[in-house]
């Protein structure tokens, strides 16, 4: 039900709403009562550093009960009993008494109304100052009917003073402060008139007076029943109360520091010098009474506050908390004051920290550094939020960890386990770990697995040893429900609303804390009341302890009896002057600690954590590693992998392992070096442009070449000028641009030709790959031929930069390089290449070659193919930095990239790339193993002739004309057993002419002229040509007129050609007894087919050349070799000429010399720019060869 009123509920006046207040009545005794009453209730509820209460009053025997309030005692003067009682006689003796802090040097402003007026809503008392002024406690003046308006306008002013408030007892009003109508209070009788006080023996009113209480009227209407207190009630308050005096000097002073508390309490004169074995002595472990007790702050009454993290049946908390206070309200204190706590009471071994926090102006800073923070992470934003789960990843694995220890010796949990160890096992120590995480709503808004994660500790980590607080600006455990109850106790500072305060702690007291002081807490456990404390000031400068201070003595007589009371009681002069002595020596000035910049003054933190860094300790195990920011060079990632430098027994390592970064294993608090191993694949590295694809090549190259020998592992790059920086490597034969298609057609050859050969050579040695390397590597093998001794190397590396851009410049090439790696693992060679992401479509089939990967940064994590291509993957993918040298292994574990660069054994400066080859060079013996064989320029066919002669093959039907790449730059033979010719096509100025007459002078230098009889076509005569071809007796016709042409190669087929043929009818026995044919061999030389004479419909002719036509499909039975030249300008018409129609049926080989790009030579090749003299060979049966057409001795037309 409703009620309009309540009866007798406390009525509350705001002293700080007005200047002052008066009390009015004829009977000043029931007005001091109530005064006593409102006195006592000051006291109570305000700390004296808050409040000071001081009386002036022509009868000091009446309030001779104040002096034991520590509110009425000065911080610093004193007399002879002590500390200086507030009781004065008059006005005066007030300001001359306290004059500096009534005017603080004109800093204390007249009085101005409070921006709040709600009582409730009042703030510390150490708050009335304007902005940026402390004026120290608040005052609280009683004018007990004394002195004159003039005199109190002196001490108060005209309209009151800033952090001041005048209460005046009165029998009637007057003029001044605390006079004006809304601040008068009339006194008077519940039953009009007054009745006789009943008092005691000593004349002090009775403690049994009954009669009712007086009303108290404001501006004429009821206002409140008036309190009364009674001197002897009095009395026993104030003595209760005088405990909390201020018994020191020093107490008094560092009461304001906030650290003096902690360090006082724990025994601590200099925290430059600590005694960490006598401050550990108490709680070493779970037997210990102060085991898990840690100091946080002070209580009102200069009491520890402890938080103490047991089982409630053993006298704690509990183990989980919450600490909720608004911006400013000093969380980060009390986290220091936490932190510090621990250190200063427990050694790492027993206790460790982890700090989380997503802002960056955090108490993180202040405690790294200590050995019990194992982890401490701040700033978490956007640049920085990977180490948030990498920091859930390691809690997580260090409860997995600590569970699976428990388990290999038989333990539950950390009890059964410590129970084990302090019987004798040597195990290590599993200390408490309390997880601290500030802001820990913004981390759940952007880290969801954290919710799991604390939910995980709050059901497991009690077992393990693991403990959580949160801290935030408000409390929301709607995202926590399964763990809500297992939150024991709950801090609350100063809160943004009632409500946020209701939520912690189910009142809205926090919400009333100081606004302008941060620090003050209230500690709720369980159903237990409201505990109030204010956390240690760590952050504060610090101040070098005076050793003069401590090591004299002052010899005074103040031991001497003397009565305590009101009354001011000077000291003797001999007292005098040794105060005065030792404040003159005391007055030197405070000295600080700075840093090196002479600037910044060192605070209490600072000093802490250099001490506490610099004692001698076991340091705990550290869950968390430093992430992995700075890349290694290789040879430290190939010293850590082989467990020895890499020149040591230099080349001497089984597979083909080659360590390219360090792999972060947050889960085991392991970072192990990553090798990939290439022994029997491709490997491919995809990233997004700018993520380091080029220095991950290099580092894999460099890598290698730290492993193993040049002999053992070669590499032919295909790549720009950064790639060019590794050239120098002995293993490196060359590195071609991606715009030479020559030099990477002259690698592909290379390859194709390697291959083909170790096919060979493995079919007739009846061994694998496996097998080769064994033989020519392993123990006890010969080191120089595995199969063939022309074989000069071990696995080789077709090394390409950016396959996606090679493959959208040329398709073919890129088919070429994707049948390479299908094919050439299995004869050792291997393709190692970048993408700009993971290949789709026609390219995918790359991708199955391959099973070596390395993942950088890509640019839509969404495609990673790490892993099992879950949603986990994909979550590591965007958990990878955006940076250059970053990556993730198939394990969803982060992979940092090595620098492809050397450590100076002597400086530990790093080698620069371009001279790591020289010191490998050293190492190795050799400069380079091997080199890229490319065509020369020019090359003379006399000397392709000569080294023919010197080397004569078994087949004597053959000739050379040119050198090519397949065959180590040496003759290229054409088989005329297998090949009845050659068609060269190519455009004009290709060297096409040129090719014609090498031919031809290479037939007659391989054969006589019974051997060997040429043909010479030459419609256009061109001269150094056909037309100069000429030697006694080779040449049986030359002709250059289109009917003369005609005559002569009709005459040549029908006359010499057919005959040799076997006549019509003959039986098999009359075909097998029948003699071949005798005579030369006719080679047949065409310049320019495409200038013969087509057929002719009026007057209707054939073709010119129509007659060899037939013989060409017949013409290895006949002795016929035609040899021609076509221009290559109507590339599209080619196939539907008659004459390239019977050459491609007749299965004759091809040179196609210069030609555009765009046109396709077969499935697989394209056409190449080529200079003149340049080609590529295609043969009957379709391998493809680049040529150099030796340079006759009789120079043709371009």
Not at 218 to 236: E, K, M, N, V, W
Request: aromatic share 6%.
């Amino acid at each position: 039900m409703e009620q309009r009123k309540i009866r007798d509920i406390a009525k509350v006046v705001n002293l700080r709403s007005a200047p002052g207040f008066s009390f009015v009545s004829e009977d000043l005794d029931r007005v001091r009562s109530l005064m006593r009453s409102v006195l006592c209730s000051l006291a109570v509820f305000h700390n004296p550093r808050d409040v000071k209460l001081m009386v002036v009053t022509r009868n000091p025997e009446v309030w001779a009960w104040m002096v034991w309030l520590p509110h009425n005692l000065h911080d610093e003067l004193f007399d002879a009993c002590g500390w200086r009682r507030l009781i004065f006689a008059t006005p005066e003796e007030l300001e001359a008494a306290l004059g500096a802090e009534l005017h603080m040097k004109g800093k204390r402003g007249a009085w101005t109304p409070p921006t709040v007026a709600s009582p409730t809503a009042m703030g510390s008392a150490l708050e009335t100052g304007q902005v940026g002024v402390d004026l120290g406690p608040h005052l609280v003046i009683v004018d007990d009917n004394t002195g004159s308006p003039d005199a109190w306008e002196s001490v108060v002013g005209q309209v009151g003073k800033a952090g001041l408030t005048v209460l005046r007892i009165a029998s009637r009003v007057g003029t001044g402060v605390g006079f004006a109508e809304d601040q008068v209070f009339e006194m008077a009788q519940r039953h009009g008139a007054a009745t006789a006080v009943k008092a005691g023996r000593d004349g002090a009113d009775a403690d049994d007076d009954q009669r009712p209480a007086p009303l108290l009227r404001a501006r004429g209407t009821f206002f409140a029943h008036a309190d009364q207190l009674s001197i002897h009630r009095a009395y026993r308050y104030a003595r209760a109360m005088a405990r909390w005096s201020p018994t020191s000097r020093s107490e008094v002073t560092d009461s304001t520091s906030g650290a003096a508390e902690l360090l006082r309490s724990l025994g601590i004169s200099d925290p430059r010098e600590l005694d960490v074995d006598r401050l550990w002595a108490e709680r070493r472990g779970r037997g210990d009474d102060r085991w898990c007790e840690i100091p946080v702050g002070a209580k009102p009454n200069g009491e520890l506050q402890n938080i103490i993290l047991r089982a409630k049946d053993f006298g704690g908390f509990g183990f989980h908390s919450v600490v909720i206070g608004t911006s400013g309200s000093g969380k980060s204190e009390l986290f220091l004051s936490l932190v510090y706590g621990i250190a200063l009471t427990h050694s790492p071994e027993t206790f460790n920290v982890i700090f989380v926090d997503m802002k960056f102006e955090s108490a993180a800073q202040d405690i790294l550094g200590i050995p019990h923070v194992v982890a401490a992470l701040s700033n978490l934003g956007k640049d920085e939020r990977h180490l948030a789960e990498r920091m859930r990843r390691v809690i997580d694995g260090e409860i997995k960890q600590r569970y699976e220890l428990f388990k290999s010796v038989g333990a539950r949990d950390a009890n059964d386990y410590e129970e084990i160890r302090l019987a004798g096992r040597d195990l290590p120590p599993v200390p408490v770990l309390l997880v601290i995480v500030d802001e820990y709503l913004e981390l759940f808004a952007n880290h969801k697995k954290w919710i799991d994660l604390i939910i995980h500790i709050g059901q497991e980590g009690r077992g393990a040893n693991v403990f959580f607080m949160l801290g935030g600006q408000r409390l929301d455990l709607s995202s926590l429900q399964k763990v809500k109850s297992n939150i024991a106790f709950r801090i609350a500072l100063r809160a943004e609303s009632g409500d946020d305060s209701r939520e912690v702690i189910g009142s809205d007291a926090a919400y009333h804390l100081p606004s302008k002081e941060n620090g003050f807490a209230l500690l709720k456990v369980g159903p237990r009341d409201l505990e109030p404390f204010r956390c240690f000031y760590l952050s504060a400068p610090f101040v070098v302890p005076k050793k003069k201070e401590v090591a004299r003595t002052i010899d005074m007589t103040l031991t001497q009896p003397r009565l305590y009371d009101w009354q001011y009681q000077p000291l003797d002069a001999a007292d005098a002057e040794a105060l005065a002595t030792a404040a003159a020596a005391d007055a030197e000035p405070d000295e600080f600690l700075y840093y090196d910049d002479g600037f910044k003054k060192k605070k209490i933190v600072d000093v802490l954590r250099e001490s506490l860094y610099n004692v001698p300790h076991r340091s705990p195990r550290r869950p968390w590693l430093a992430p992995l920011e700075d890349p290694e060079p290789v040879d430290r990632l190939v010293a850590a992998y082989r467990g020895k430098p890499w020149h040591v027994d230099y080349g001497q390592n089984p597979g083909l392992m080659f360590p390219v970064g360090v792999m972060d294993i947050p889960e085991e608090s392991q970072q192990v070096v990553h090798a990939v191993d290439a022994l029997r694949s491709n490997i491919i590295v995809v990233g997004a442009k700018q993520r380091g694809k080029t220095t991950t090549l290099m580092a894999l190259m460099c890598s290698a070449a730290t492993m193993y020998t040049p002999e053992r592992v070669t590499f032919f790059c295909i790549g720009g000028a950064t790639m060019a920086q590794i050239g120098s490597l002995p293993h490196v034969t060359d590195i071609v641009s991606p715009k030479d298609a020559e030099g990477i057609e002259r690698i592909l050859s290379t390859m194709d030709a390697l291959i083909d050969a170790r096919e060979e050579a493995f079919r007739r040695a009846k061994i694998d790959m496996d097998g080769f390397r064994e033989r020519r590597f392993g123990i006890g093998g010969d080191g120089v031929g595995g199969t063939d001794p022309t074989d000069a190397f071990g696995d080789v590396f077709v090394v390409l930069d950016d396959y996606d851009d090679l493959y959208a410049k040329d398709t073919l090439l890129g088919d070429r390089i994707i049948s390479l790696s299908s094919r050439g693992p299995e004869y050792g060679v291997h393709l190692m290449c970048s993408a700009g992401g993971w290949i789709h479509g026609q390219r995918q089939s790359l991708l199955q070659n391959v099973t070596a990967r390395i993942q950088l940064r890509l640019a839509d994590p969404g495609e990673s193919q790490m892993g099992h291509l879950s949603i986990e993957s994909r979550e590591a993918a965007r958990r990878t930095l955006n940076r250059p040298g970053f990556g993730l292994t198939e394990s969803l574990h982060e992979l940092r990239i090595g620098v492809p660069a050397l450590a100076d054994p002597g400086t530990g400066e790093l080698v620069g790339i371009t001279d790591v080859g020289a010191r490998i060079a050293d190492v190795a013996g050799v400069t380079k193993h091997a080199s890229l064989q490319r065509l020369p320029q020019r090359v003379e066919l006399s000397a392709i002739v000569e080294h023919e002669a010197v080397h004569q093959g078994g087949d004597d039907l053959s000739i050379a004309f040119a050198i090519g790449e397949r065959h180590e730059l040496g003759p290229v033979p054409i088989k005329l057993r297998e090949s009845p010719g050659l068609m060269i096509l190519g455009r004009q100025g290709c060297g096409k002419t040129t090719a014609l007459v090498a031919i031809g002078e290479a037939v007659m230098n391989r054969f006589s002229p019974q051997q060997a009889q040429l043909t010479l076509i030459d419609p256009k005569t061109a001269p150094h040509g056909l037309r100069d071809l000429h030697a006694p007796g080779y040449v049986r016709a030359y002709a250059y007129d289109q009917d003369e042409i005609d005559e002569v190669i009709t005459e040549l087929a029908q006359q010499i050609l057919l005959p040799r043929l076997p006549p019509k009818g003959l039986s098999q026995e009359e075909l097998r007894a029948l003699k071949p044919w005798e005579g030369p061999r006719h080679f047949v030389l065409i310049d320019d087919v495409q200038d013969l004479r087509p057929a002719q419909s009026y007057p209707q002719k054939p073709p010119v050349g129509a007659a060899l036509w037939k013989l060409m499909e017949r013409a290895r039975q006949v002795g016929l070799h035609v040899f021609s030249t076509r221009n290559s300008a109507n590339w599209a018409t080619m196939p539907m000429d008659p004459w390239v129609k019977s050459q491609t049926s007749a299965k004759v080989a091809q040179l196609y010399m210069d030609n555009d790009p765009q046109n396709r030579i077969n499935r697989s090749v394209r056409a190449q720019t080529l200079p003149p003299g340049r080609g590529l060979l295609v043969g009957a049966d379709g391998d493809v060869e680049g040529i150099l057409v030796g340079y006759p001795s009789v120079p043709g037309e371009q």
